[in-house]
């Protein structure tokens, strides 16, 4: 039965798959979201866009997130701000320091030292990718206490996060994506 939440049935839709898949921590599992499908359709960003906002801290000046996952994210999360007139940037995390001219790791309009940034995630399975981008931004001098994902598949990544003190806040257990999938 297709869920009466329209987000949810997208994410059904066009982002869950059964199979066998290689995760980026390595494991296997029966199970993928592949949230691309969605958060780069223009649906999916007017549905994501605003539900991801709310969770943002209301002190944080940028949101961040690990390139590739989450640059659209970052980027319509800090549209939907402005739209509302609230000052919040878009950060993109390399996953590795650029090779050649600015060797940057961070891209985009830099907050002053000690800003709150708030992570944004696609999925989170073990937190790995989070905490990579987390621990980029901690190096850089800005504050990260929460992340804030679309999907939680809750195989370790809360744990992993709270272990750095970080908060994870998602919209979806896998459980759910999959139980709407059918
Ligand atoms: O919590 P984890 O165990 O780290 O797994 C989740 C990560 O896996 C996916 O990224 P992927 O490495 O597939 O990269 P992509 O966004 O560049 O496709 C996803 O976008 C998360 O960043
Ligand atoms: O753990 C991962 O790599 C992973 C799982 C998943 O369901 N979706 C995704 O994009 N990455």
Same mark, same amino acid.
């Not at 997130?65 to 980027?75: I, K, Q």
């Not at 995390?93 to 992570?119: D, F, N, Y």
């Given at each position: 039965?297709?869920?009466?939440?329209?987000?949810?049935?997208?994410?059904?839709?066009?982002?869950?798959?059964?199979?066998?898949?290689?995760?980026?921590?390595?494991?296997?599992?029966?199970?993928?979201?592949?949230?691309?499908?969605?958060?780069?359709?223009?649906?999916?960003?007017?549905?994501? =866009?605003?539900?991801?906002?709310?969770?943002?801290?209301?002190?944080?000046?940028?949101?961040?997130?690990?390139?590739?996952? =989450?640059?659209?994210?970052?980027?319509?999360?800090?549209?939907?701000?402005?739209?509302?007139?609230?000052?919040?940037?878009?950060?993109?995390?390399?996953?590795?320091?650029?090779?050649?001219?600015?060797?940057?790791?961070?891209?985009?309009?830099?907050?002053?030292?000690?800003?709150?940034?708030?992570?944004?995630?696609?999925?989170?399975?073990?937190?790995?990718?989070?905490?990579?981008?987390?621990?980029?931004?901690?190096?850089?001098?800005?504050?990260?206490?929460?992340?804030?994902?679309?999907?939680?598949?809750?195989?370790?990544?809360? =744990?992993?996060?709270?272990?750095?003190?970080?908060?994870?806040?998602?919209?979806?257990?896998?459980?759910?994506?999959?139980?709407?999938?059918?």
């Amino acid at each position: 039965m297709l869920s009466a939440d329209p987000l949810l049935q997208l994410l059904a839709i066009h982002a869950y798959r059964r199979g066998q898949f290689t995760l980026a921590s390595g494991a296997s599992s029966e199970h993928y979201v592949n949230c691309k499908p969605v958060t780069l359709s223009g649906r999916g960003a007017l549905l994501l =866009a605003p539900r991801l906002l709310e969770l943002v801290e209301p002190e944080a000046l940028a949101v961040a997130g690990l390139t590739l996952g =989450a640059d659209p994210m970052v980027s319509w999360v800090a549209h939907a701000a402005a739209l509302a007139g609230r000052n919040l940037d878009a950060l993109i995390v390399r996953k590795e320091a650029k090779g050649h001219g600015t060797g940057a790791w961070l891209e985009g309009p830099l907050p002053p030292t000690g800003s709150l940034i708030t992570l944004l995630e696609d999925v989170v399975t073990t937190g790995g990718s989070a905490l990579k981008a987390v621990h980029q931004l901690r190096a850089a001098g800005y504050v990260v206490q929460r992340v804030v994902a679309i999907v939680d598949r809750e195989e370790g990544g809360e =744990a992993a996060l709270g272990a750095e003190a970080l908060q994870l806040h998602s919209l979806y257990r896998l459980t759910e994506v999959a139980a709407a999938h059918g």
